[in-house]
């Protein structure tokens, strides 16, 4: 029933922003904890952020903190994810997540998934 669809990816210079959506349908989206998971070539999907339903409260990993900032605008069904100071080491295809109740690290709590959108920082 839920549905999900990321937008904003794109090519950038190291040093620039992107602000990338994910868009959901068929729900009230403010009741979901939302992840933002990202995949570089030839590695394994990496937890990067998530906003909780509940207190709308955020986490990120180690490597994007002070970077990246995770939000949402319930009146539009859509989760926010600002990318700023872009490094190379940040291309990756990134994906959103849901979970009706729990926002979790783990890619394997979540059975819901956008088609991803590509990232790619390069000179």
């Known amino acids: 029933q839920l549905q999900l669809v990321e937008s904003g990816g794109g090519l950038v210079q190291p040093g620039g922003s992107l602000r990338l959506a994910c868009t959901a349908s068929?729900?009230?989206?403010?009741?979901?904890?939302v992840a933002w998971f990202r995949q570089a070539p030839g590695k394994d999907r990496e937890w990067v952020s998530y906003i909780r339903s509940s207190d709308g409260g955020t986490h990120y990993t180690d490597s994007v903190k002070g970077r990246f900032t995770i939000s949402r605008d319930n009146a539009k069904n859509a989760v926010y994810l600002q990318m700023n100071s872009l490094k190379s080491e940040d291309t990756a295809v990134y994906f959103c997540a849901a979970h009706p109740f729990i926002a979790s690290m783990r890619d394997d709590e979540y059975d819901h998934w956008g088609q991803g959108t590509q990232v790619t920082v390069s000179s």
């Open positions: 068929g729900v009230n989206f403010g009741y979901w904890a």
